[in-house]
């Protein structure tokens, strides 16, 4: 509870917090105990004391579940590795709580302390690399805010004529409150590298190495190029796509991690399972490529 809060009672306050709980179902959590403090449950009239704390859970919010298994592709008593599909996202946020990689892990796992070293956007599939001893957070967390991990990602767009490799170099900038980032005049803070490793049908097969971490770096360098990944609902225009919308995901795929062990010194290395199904669905019958390589659906 602020310093500065002038409210009468903590009920006051909580209708004042932003947190859009309706006064009935308040009224509720007060009844039912579910607001307390370090002495035990508060009652609605209970007086309002600068600096002092309440604590409650939220109720969750309705989730359409996401149709696709979270897989494991690695995992001993350190790590888990997972392979995540597309439309779900790595940790419980904004409306996503349930459907979220790291829950369901947690629960099917039965590794309460699970926490994840990284994230990937909900839209973006493949490797996630998680710690299930908590002792070992930091070691595994710092490999990735230090930039001592390789990654290495798949992407489908349209077939260029550029020469390739090249790099990406730009500044990207997030405000907060806003979905979208940009990129603007000023030094650099993000770059990528950009291969073309295959093409037809009017399409690439691209491998991007991004060198740092923005917010929506590889989409953005992407569609800088001129080549926007297929099925981005915000590069170059926001689609407005609905959260239950399963359809067209991003062709983007977390494929490699690969990172000398911080506890060992063992060199580590990760590959999906996964395949971008744009680039499944042009190859010939024939191919090495099937559609079964694709997210599996969830039963």
């Given at each position: 509870m602020p310093e500065d809060g002038s409210w009468t009672t903590i009920r006051e306050f909580l209708l004042a917090d932003q947190r859009r709980i309706p006064a009935a179902r308040l009224?509720?959590?007060?009844?039912?105990?579910?607001?307390?403090?370090?002495?035990?449950?508060?009652?609605?009239?209970?007086?309002?004391?600068?600096?002092?704390?309440?604590?409650?859970?939220?109720?969750?919010?309705?989730?359409?579940?996401?149709?696709?298994?979270?897989?494991?592709?690695?995992?001993?008593?350190?790590?888990?590795?997972?392979?995540?599909?597309?439309?779900?996202?790595?940790?419980?946020?904004?409306?996503?709580?349930?459907?979220?990689?790291?829950?369901?892990?947690?629960?099917?796992?039965?590794?309460?302390?699970?926490?994840?070293?990284?994230?990937?956007?909900?839209?973006?599939?493949?490797?996630?690399?998680?710690?299930?001893?908590?002792?070992?957070?930091?070691?595994?967390?710092?490999?990735?805010?230090?930039?001592?991990?390789?990654?290495?990602?798949?992407?489908?767009?349209?077939?260029s004529n550029r020469e390739y490799p090249l790099t990406v170099r730009s500044r990207i900038v997030k405000e907060k409150g806003t979905f979208e980032a940009r990129e603007v005049h000023g030094e650099p803070n993000a770059e990528t590298l950009v291969e073309l490793i295959d093409e037809r049908d009017g399409l690439g097969r691209y491998r991007l190495y991004p060198r740092t971490g923005r917010t929506h770096q590889l989409r953005l360098h992407m569609n800088s190029l001129g080549t926007p990944i297929i099925g981005d609902d915000l590069y170059p225009t926001p689609s407005g796509r609905a959260v239950d919308d399963f359809t067209n995901p991003l062709q983007l795929l977390a494929s490699t991690i690969e990172f000398e062990d911080p506890l060992s010194g063992a060199p580590r290395r990760f590959e999906t399972r996964r395949s971008l199904e744009k680039w499944v669905a042009t190859r010939a019958p024939s191919g090495e490529e099937t559609p079964s390589a694709l997210p599996e659906s969830r039963h």
């Amino acid at each position: 509870m602020p310093e500065d809060g002038s409210w009468t009672t903590i009920r006051e306050f909580l209708l004042a917090d932003q947190r859009r709980i309706p006064a009935a179902r308040l009224d509720e959590m007060f009844s039912s105990g579910e607001i307390v403090d370090m002495s035990g449950p508060v009652a609605s009239d209970a007086p309002y004391v600068p600096g002092e704390a309440v604590w409650f859970h939220r109720d969750l919010p309705d989730e359409t579940p996401v149709p696709f298994e979270v897989s494991v592709v690695y995992r001993d008593e350190t790590l888990v590795v997972a392979d995540k599909p597309h439309f779900l996202s790595t940790i419980p946020r904004g409306g996503h709580v349930l459907e979220s990689a790291l829950v369901r892990l947690r629960r099917d796992l039965e590794l309460p302390f699970l926490v994840p070293a990284h994230r990937l956007d909900r839209v973006t599939a493949g490797l996630v690399l998680f710690v299930a001893d908590p002792s070992c957070r930091g070691a595994y967390q710092a490999l990735f805010q230090e930039r001592k991990v390789r990654k290495e990602y798949e992407a489908v767009a349209a077939a260029s004529n550029r020469e390739y490799p090249l790099t990406v170099r730009s500044r990207i900038v997030k405000e907060k409150g806003t979905f979208e980032a940009r990129e603007v005049h000023g030094e650099p803070n993000a770059e990528t590298l950009v291969e073309l490793i295959d093409e037809r049908d009017g399409l690439g097969r691209y491998r991007l190495y991004p060198r740092t971490g923005r917010t929506h770096q590889l989409r953005l360098h992407m569609n800088s190029l001129g080549t926007p990944i297929i099925g981005d609902d915000l590069y170059p225009t926001p689609s407005g796509r609905a959260v239950d919308d399963f359809t067209n995901p991003l062709q983007l795929l977390a494929s490699t991690i690969e990172f000398e062990d911080p506890l060992s010194g063992a060199p580590r290395r990760f590959e999906t399972r996964r395949s971008l199904e744009k680039w499944v669905a042009t190859r010939a019958p024939s191919g090495e490529e099937t559609p079964s390589a694709l997210p599996e659906s969830r039963h």
